[in-house]
């Protein structure tokens, strides 16, 4: 019951509360909302002397340019796609790594977690050096050392699309598999241990304690990710396909994403209309499957919502 | 039991081959940028170069301004930022972590909605730079996107909720503690570990972001942070002697710049605060992101 005299004497108590809780208010106001009204853009011809909101209204226009060429479908596309090979591959893997860890007894188990989530903390920079110190035409290990040994041609890996896929697959697998697997160790730690003992008495192999105790019992935790995974579906890291594949026009139709796009539209070709109406279209479509993935989650395990 | 031994052999050996694939590319460009810059690109980058030099890291060294510059600014951004993130992020989390605030959903959802749904790049460009000047400033590299962030408030509210107990707070009030006070001298010591680990959240994302410089920084190439450097290097291999200020070194050396190992002797450099202090910060990492996803 929050009577009128209560609510008051909590406000007086409080208010140094509100002082605290202001700058980091106010920092979110301008970094999240000041820009929201900037998204109209996307329905107006943009002229930097006249401003966002001086400038003409076009409608429709920018939406039905963007949508009449070939990289709208081209960067919805490659953004869905490698998303969803994303999430596929990475869960997976996270997961096998997560219970060898989880499970292990020695003590290396400390060393190991440690080297295997050492590439989730440098920057998509240095990846792009890392991997160029494998692919450069070149100098790259690949070309001046494996492929000799295995008798083939050097390839020229910057220009060819077709491994690219696979690349940024295999990067982005490399960089967060001990990031996710964390999640999935934390929740096989907390299963409890009696559960797998009354299963080895009952005769059951470690292959198949996995199989019928700690897989189950991870999947709770494996739809929520997932799920928090789809929500996402729209956004892309920007350093991976941007830098890693070094911005090289020949890769585009395999490495452009919704982010690129709208960098490169926005920065590169000082083309606003475009790229204000790919912002839109990622912003609101983004944002209708963050809540319906949430909405989900929340159905499935409240605590696990965003909110 | 022959079974859990199999497993367990079975999880070294594959554990030890993700554990070399994770670090081996970082083993090659450390290697690298200590081989012999002529055998580099005569052979191409090796784990046992046949030629080993230090002439890369002389060069970084010697060639002075931009190496060494733009360490400085990566740190002194790294250093400013995580203590203006962890101080904005503690104070709204624990504002928000009293269940009694008026106004609290208010708050609760103001922040979380920013969490859903951005303007984008382009709004957001307009706004930091037509708006505020940021752009070819410090405060280009220190305001946008990384100053705070809606997952680590949610986190350190989690903490404050579940780990201060209200007892304690409310026993200060009675002994008439302002709210100041309990804050400065109950919470923080109580909360030293999530602190750690968001300042180690905030530091990270500080020291390996290049965006916010890669969009800000147009022109004052003085600003541009360790990573940034590493980045234009890549794109442009004239940059290293046209911004060297020994202009004598700059037109006698052109010819003899070491590019390709200078190259991975700046990357070496760029990863090495990471390196040398991540051994001992791992723990806390692990704890956060643990307690991030297993909510409360």
Redesign the interface.
Known sequence: MNSKNTRKRRLIRYWPIYIMALPGLIYLFINNYMPLPGLVLAFKKYNARKGIFGSDFVGFKNFKYLFATQDAFIITRNTICYNIVFIIVNTVLAIFVAILLAEMTSKMKKVYQCLILLPYMISMVIVSYLVYGFLSTDNGFLNNTILPLLGKEPISWYMEKKYWPFLLTFVNAWKVIGYNSIIYISTILGIDKGIYESAAIDGASKWMQIRKITIPLLKPTVIMMTLLAIGRIFYSDFGLFYQVPQNQGSLFAVTNTIDTYVYRGLLELGDMSMSSAAGLYQSLVGFVLILGANFLVRKLDKDSALF | ?K??T???VF??I???I??F???M??V??II?SFTDNDI??A?????WPSKWSTYAYEYIFNTGNSVIRAYGVSIVLTLVGTVLSL???T??A???S?K???GRGW??????F??????????????YT???NLKNTFAGLL???L??N?FN??LMKSYFVSSIPSEILDAA?IDGA???KT?FHIVIPLSKPIMATIALFAG?AY?????NGY?YITKRTELYSV?NL??RM??NIQFLSQSSSNVQNATAGLAAIPL?SV??AM?AV??LP?LVM??FV?KY??KG??LG????
């Open positions: 039991m079974d859990e199999r497993f367990q999880a070294h594959v554990l030890i993700l554990a694939l994770a670090i590319p970082m090659l460009m690298s580099l690109i052979e191409g980058y090796k784990f101080s904005l992020t104070m709204l624990y504002a928000i009293k009694d605030l008026p708050i609760t959802f103001f922040i979380v920013s969490m859903l749904f951005n303007g984008g790049l382009v709004p957001t460009y307009i706004v037509n708006i505020f305001f946008p996107g100053l705070m809606a408030i949610m009030y302002g709210e100041v804050f990270i020291w390996n972001d290049w965006m969009i990573q590493l980045n890549m794109q390709a190259r991975m990357a760029g990863i990471i991540y051994p791992q990492f692990v992101i643990t996803g297993v909510k409360g």
